[in-house]
């Protein structure tokens, strides 16, 4: 054998080895993983894959090894491998060079565009005016400061800690709740049952007792509506909290006697007194007390609490109330701080502002059960005045999109309580005219168009100044707020910033703003509608962008949920506007006994004018029904009259906007 050939087999042989000694070297490794996951019960893949896993790697290593063993072989080989790699640094210039310039050109002339439609794509126009601390509601004290701010560190959270108001209670500062839902509780005797024999001497009646007869057909019907009235009514609140009408640890079990032949079992009980079916607050049980004749109905499940305990209970918080109320009269709202980019904005305390609002809509709905409606105006008078904190008047700059929504989901609490109180017909005339003029003020369109306008200057901002430094500040500023950070590796945002060509920013820029001004489009400020087939045409836009590409990279990070933003919008104007004529109708029929036929008679004299449909800008549909109570409906998102098929906000395609709370 010659020596060339000698030597080709020597290479062979060694490149063998360390092909192997790599490949078990990783599949040794991979070993101890599946030894790990067998010990965590975790699932590890076949064998054949494995051996995949091990082979690949290897590979690719061996091939590393020829490929620099080759470079450094001679002079020339390295010379040549310069001179490629220059040549692959020229070509990369050119590339990165012509696509910053194609990038930004295409910009510039979208930016042009965009602002000749209206955009406002200029950071420093949404910049607020310096605000006086003495006008300014945020500064009105310290507890305001510290309560409707988010905190940006420890030393904050826990000072703001210290002043939080619990409004709905907690381990350490509970309200009652009586609750027997645990398996060793005890239940609530609610009526007791004694049996008559034939010939025994009658009762006397009082009001908490009833005397039925076994095999009377009417005995189930009249037996399930005392043992309802018994226990009172009850509802659920704003906050997932049912309240009881009745304190019922206080309450006396009622008397209940039943005139039969032979005493009944308790399987013939059940059947007259429905313990097959769920009360509103729990579930009847019948056992026998040991006395011959005589039961008891036991409730069991509860989990409630008395509307007065709430009251009595959430007045410990009144003076804080009267605090934010006084603090309100202040004419802005405006935290102060750094509004030079958007990631430096002070975010205002967002659960606070939840808390708050739920806890008063909580008490209006209490207030209104317990018939004491002035009461209850006065604390949704509140609730309708916390919304300005988050329109940050008078310049309302910047509203950011999470603002906007925190106020329409607050303005949805406040409309849901003044329904309570017109299904219940406790709002009286003075009520109602207040209310009207409250909700003549709610016009939550403007406010989200500004705050999707506030989106889009605040991305193209984020975008076009995106650097290392920037990315740096954003990370600090976020990791004040507590917000989760990834390590950079993990960052997407970073890794595309760090290298990639600036002209692809800015080509995501075009993509991103021009979808979102598309979605803005769908707002007819002038007549302040909103247009369900431009928000719709664009969301299908917006959902094209999921096809990742180099030009769409931050729209698939970055595009907030538009649609679904502007359905809740369109879904809870629509409600304070149908409110507002409901409540001029409620006005009519105390002065006429009856509702109108049209709601053309509603006008001067109970509205000055009569709201129109947001969907299609038409009147709204409305007429008498046949038991003398009304239907009131918009034609909802699918923008088709449905006859008033009542439809739902997560099932838009079907159905129109009914106004569920008609008088009873």
């Known amino acids: 054998m010659n020596e060339p050939s000698q030597k080709q087999n020597g290479q062979c042989r060694c490149a063998l080895w360390i092909w192997l000694i ?15 996951a067998f010990k965590h019960s975790s699932h590890t893949p076949p064998y054949w894959q494995q051996f995949l896993i091990a082979a690949i790697p290897a590979t690719l290593l061996l091939g590393l090894w020829m490929f620099v063993r080759c470079v450094f072989a001679s002079w020339r080989n390295f010379r040549r491998l310069l001179v490629g790699l220059a040549i692959f640094a020229t070509l990369i210039a050119i590339f990165y060079a012509e696509e910053d310039w194609r990038g930004k050109r295409a910009w510039e002339n979208c930016k042009r565009e965009l602002e000749a439609k209206g955009a406002v794509l200029d950071w420093d126009k949404f910049i607020p005016p310096a605000v006086s601390d003495d ?36 381990e350490t500062n509970p309200f009652p709740v009586f609750d027997n839902t645990k398996p060793k509780s005890k239940p609530l005797v609610v009526a007791e049952i004694k049996i008559l024999s034939p010939g025994s001497v009658l009762p006397e009646l009082r009001t908490n007792h009833l005397l039925i007869k076994f095999n009377d057909p009417a005995a189930r019907s009249e037996a399930g509506k005392f043992i309802q009235d018994t226990i009172g009514r009850s509802f659920m609140s704003c906050a ?21 032949d032979t005493s009944p079992s308790i399987s013939e009980l059940e059947y007259i007194f429905r313990t097959d079916t769920i009360t509103n607050i729990g579930r009847l049980q019948i056992e026998a007390t040991g006395n011959k004749g005589d039961f008891r109905v036991l409730l069991t ?104 929504m925190i106020n329409v989901a607050i303005t949805g609490l406040y409309v849901s309580a003044i329904a309570e109180g017109l299904q219940m ?76 060509p600036r002209g692809w920013l800015y080509q995501n820029m075009i993509t991103r703003e021009t979808a979102l001004q598309k979605q803005i489009n769908g707002y007819d400020l002038p007549n302040n509608l909103i247009l369900p087939s431009e928000e719709n045409e664009a969301a299908m836009e917006i959902d094209s962008l999921s096809k990742r590409s180099p030009y769409n990279f931050f729209g698939t990070l970055y595009s907030p949920d538009f649609t679904r933003a502007t359905k809740t919008l369109a879904f809870n104007q629509t409600l304070a506007n149908q409110a507002q004529i409901v409540c001029a109708l409620e006005r009519y029929h105390l002065a006429h006994g009856n509702y109108p036929e049209t709601l053309d008679a509603l006008t001067p004299q109970f509205m000055e004018k009569i709201p129109l449909d947001l969907i299609g800008g038409q009147p709204l549909h409305y007429r008498r029904t046949d038991d003398g109570k009304f239907l009131l409906y918009s034609v909802g998102w699918n923008e088709t009259d449905d006859s008033g098929l009542p439809g739902t906000l997560s099932d838009v395609k079907n159905g129109d906007w009914v106004w569920q709370y008609p008088a009873k």
């Open 22 to 36: 790599c490949f078990v070297a990783i599949a040794v490794y991979l070993v101890f993983l599946d030894i790990d």
């Open 135 to 170: 006008q300014n509601f945020f500064t009105a004290s310290t507890n305001i400061a510290l309560r409707f701010v988010k905190a940006r560190n420890d030393a904050e959270s826990e000072q703001a800690r210290r002043v939080q108001i619990q409004y709905f209670g907690c």
């Open 240 to 260: 997932g909290f049912r309240f009881s009408e009745f304190q019922l640890s206080n309450l006396p079990p009622a008397q209940i006697y039943m005139q039969a």
């Open 301 to 404: 499940g509860v989990q409630i609490t008395a509307a007065a305990d709430y009251l009595k209970w959430s007045n410990q918080f009144v003076p804080d109330f009267d605090e934010v109320r006084a603090a309100l009269k202040r004419p802005y709202a405006m935290i102060p701080g750094d509004y030079s980019q958007p990631y430096l904005i002070p975010i205002p305390n967002f659960v606070t502002m939840r808390a708050l609002s739920q806890s008063l809509a909580q008490r209006a709905q209490c207030d209104l059960f317990l018939g004491q409606p002035d009461q209850a105006l006065h604390e949704l008078t509140l609730v309708h005045d916390v919304c300005r904190i988050l329109s940050r008047p008078p310049t309302g700059k910047p509203i950011t999109l999470v603002e906007a």
């Open 425 to 500: 017909h406790q709002w009286q005339e003075p009520q109602l005219i207040e209310l009207q003029k409250q909700l003549e003020d709610i016009n939550l369109t403007p406010m989200v168009a500004k705050a999707f306008s506030v989106t889009l200057a605040s991305g193209s901002v984020r975008l076009a100044y995106n650097s290392a430094a920037e990315y740096e500040n954003r990370r600090k500023a976020y990791k004040a707020y507590g917000m989760a950070i990834k390590p950079k590796i993990e960052d997407p945002e970073y890794l595309f910033s760090t290298f990639a």
